[in-house]
Nanobody, 125 residues
Framework: QVPLVESGGGSVQSGGSLRLSCATS????????IGWFRRVPGGERERIAI???????QYASSVKGRFTISRDTAKNTLDLQMTSLKPEDTAAYYC???????????????????WGRGTQVTVSS
C-alpha cells in the first residue's frame, strides 16, 4: 500500500496555475514534517515546500511567492497551490513525509521516509 497518493498534475501553459493534493491514511499530517519535492529526468529530488507540525512553512527560492503549501487536518490532506507557472517548473512532483521529525525539517530528500509515486506537471511556453 502506497502511504501517500498525489493528484492534480497535468499540462498547463506558462503563467497558468495548478493545484496538487496529497492524501494519506498512514500518517496524521499535523504531526510530522511533510511536503513537496520535484524531480526532472536525470536530476535529484528538489525540496519545494515543507510544512512542520507547528505550521511553519519553508519554500525553495525558485518557487517562493508563486507556490503555497497548505494542509487540511480534517481531511488529512496536503495541498500545493502553484501559480505563475514557468516551463522550468516542469517535473514530476512528489509528496513526502519525514516520520522521524515534527519540526526542524530536513533539507535533504534522503531524510524523508515515505513517498508517493508522484504526479507529472508539464508547463509549456
Amino acid at each position: 500500500q502506497v502511504p501517500l497518493v498525489e493528484s492534480g498534475g497535468g499540462s498547463v501553459q506558462s503563467g497558468g496555475s495548478l493545484r496538487l493534493s496529497c492524501a494519506t491514511s498512514a500518517y496524521s499530517i499535523r504531526n510530522y514534517c511533510i511536503g513537496w519535492f520535484r524531480r526532472v529526468p536525470g536530476g535529484e529530488r528538489e525540496r519545494i515546500a515543507i510544512i512542520d507540525s507547528d505550521g511553519v512553512r519553508q519554500y525553495a527560492s525558485s518557487v517562493k511567492g508563486r507556490f503555497t503549501i497548505s494542509r487540511d487536518t480534517a481531511k488529512n490532506t496536503l495541498d500545493l497551490q502553484m501559480t505563475s507557472l514557468k516551463p522550468e517548473d516542469t517535473a514530476a512532483y512528489y509528496c513526502a513525509v519525514d516520520a522521524g521529525r515534527a519540526v526542524w525539517c530536513s533539507e535533504s530528500f534522503s531524510d524523508f521516509t515515505d513517498w508517493g509515486r508522484g504526479t507529472q506537471v508539464t508547463v509549456s511556453s
